[in-house]
Nanobody
């Protein structure tokens, strides 16, 4: 069992930056592929970025390429999402997720554990 707690969300002006963190419980964090998803009101949950267990493989949605960067620190049981040049369309609840696998996937159903989410609001 893995428990995930996101933090770092908030209100930011367009063009600004935020860094989200997701702290995981347990001693097996390095055995999980990690992902970030987001869900805007009235829309489906969408993949943002994923990272392999070692941090060597990254996957980003086209909508955030060049602006968002996922990283992880296995010693701290934490995964991060650095978000730069934010735009209004980035407004959503952001969730981190854990997948006990060796393969990064953009499919939400492929993740086994989810955090409670953190709100990101970008004002234009």
């Amino acid at each position: 069992q893995v428990q995930l707690v996101e933090s770092g969300g908030g209100l930011v002006q367009a063009g600004g930056s935020l860094r989200l963190s997701c702290a995981a419980s347990g001693r097996t964090f390095s055995e999980y592929v990690m992902g970030w998803f987001r869900q805007a009101p009235g829309k489906e949950r969408e993949f943002v970025a994923g990272i392999s267990r070692s941090g060597g493989t990254l996957g980003n949605a086209d909508s955030v390429k060049g602006r968002f960067t996922i990283s992880r620190d296995n010693a701290k049981n934490t995964v991060y999402l650095q978000m730069n040049n934010l735009i209004a369309r980035d407004t959503a609840v952001y969730y981190c997720a854990a997948r006990r696998s060796t393969v990064v996937t953009a499919i939400a159903a492929g993740y086994d554990y989810w955090g409670q989410g953190t709100q990101v609001t970008v004002s234009s």
